[in-house]
């Protein structure tokens, strides 16, 4: 994957979110490890609905442009999962609710679309995301959240969204598609059995 | 219906299923019997908001491509119903949560849009839609779901979603967006009376 | 208003209609009082979304094609209003369900939305807009809805949708929007006061 | 900003609300201040997802347009800000269901997004959007309203919608849009505890 590929992807990226209400008020940040090592994402404030390739930044490039202040976050990931080749931060107010109204994860089981997250391949088995508290201090959230990742492919900060990530942009927008999609079934369950 | 011609209309059912939420993360799976009799169906693993010609198969034409694990439940559907010409598989959220919240089937009734299914002709009646438990053994699926479906021209796999078939592909999508908006009918009217 | 000014109009209405939900599985119906006095209406059985103006046919014109069933409560309301050019018929999941749990009217009060129903100028008034039994029987429906109008441009038939009226397509499009929008307006203000 | 700059901005806005249901019904009104320090504002009874340049107005301009009754409000938040250029009016359903379920105001804590709110820097604080009572007397409204924003970009009229400023058109639509992807997060979280 190019600079190039790249950046095009991650704008895909974000008019599909935007469109769904993923990514409101220029939140939600992407990133993607290209060919040669090097990470391209997202510079912070932009329009996530809007955006064209002069959006993306590569780090480490001498670029006097800022990336988003949670970019700590996607490196942190990057370097425990040497596979991972995109971090996708969405940004959704059923997830978000979903998040501030639970404990310090979130379990998903007997769900046939656990089988979109890497590694799965049954619907009999549970998945918990944990949701960590948000802070100003992104390495507080980072030493938080990345001991308790387990076999999940995405953590939640506490009113703030949801990271996911997987090893290509496709992958990782399936997790993140997943999980939105997990939320909003979970609050329809809820519903129909209160 | 040309193998062709089954091709571009499955990647329209997928386009406008996708836009919905129906078909998220790669989830479902669209096939339809063609004029030569043989099965035109969905390849395992496309975004099926962005498929192309590409991504339908035809099964027994020595395709090395991998069809859907769930292919026996469209192969037992249009066993049971010669007059059918294609099954269509959505994921919508509202309605898996009402699958799990649900017992042995969901019970629909009064409700105009019931003429959208065939040989309905009078919202004055009822239709009984079989929910049966998911399983990674897609025979048993099959065993538990077929003798279930007396006059419905659908099924729901608890936990995975909705199945909806007709004579045309045409006529298997308004199955499925009937089935969907009276699942969404269903949840508003418990809100409005709790 | 010539046929072919309704026509293109109406196929712009069902586009809309259904993009929202309003039209699932070909449900609906909408029509238009031409400069001649005659009405053009959507036939029976058309994909609400994917219409042409061949889908639109005229009243009384010798066409063989077959109207909606719901003919005659269109041709009712243009008896009853002289002024009305246009009729139109929504489906919509959340007022569906509002109909199925209320009583004999939906009552709203207070509303700034109020405004955008003909001849109400204040947002500190209600609107009472009968919801009627539905029926095989078209006649039936015809005799139990237009003795309770009142000030309503606009009546509902439990379990099956709305119908709303006005002096332009324009109009009648605005009387259902608003009448769609504060349904949901209304299930949101129940469920925050739950 | 010109004239033609801003009108095609609040074009632009009209879509991308109306395409979400925050302009039903002809509802809302938007406003931009231009170089000169004149004030372009929508006309009244414009269709907010279809209006063209024409459906903008320039204030004192000796226009014979009627611009929407609401103008009055647009001025007295650019008297009361020296340095706001846009004030955006939205009339969404969840919003105004919140509204009209909650006392004199709402106030949001905790939340990542309000960093999108003009001068706050940390999700670690609260802010408290006004509601006040709706009124056919607009400069009551205005006289309510002014001595209680605090540090609010917005406030609410009861049953009537949101109002939202910013130093930019763009500044101001991204105000509107995280308050609005703010009750939605509000009601997800209430149905998640409930």
Known sequence: MTFEEAADALVAVGQAFHARGWAPATSGNYSARIDDGRIAIT?????????????????DAGDPRRPSAETALHLAVYRAFPEVRSVLHSHAAISVGLGRASGDDWTIAGHELLKALPGID???????????????????????????????????????????????????????????????AELAERRFRA
């Open 43 to 59: 510079v912070s404030g932009a329009h996530k609905g809007r955006m064209t390739r002069g959006d993306i930044m590569l780090l």
């Open 122 to 184: 049954t619907h009999d088995t549970s998945v918990a995301i944990p949701i960590v508290e948000n802070s100003q201090d992104i390495a507080a959230i980072e030493r938080a959240v990345m001991p308790r990742l387990g076999n999940s492919p995405a953590f939640m900060i506490r009113g703030h969204g949801m990271y996911g990530w997987g090893r290509s942009i496709a992958e990782a927008e399936r997790v993140i598609e997943a999980l939105e999609w997990l939320a909003e």
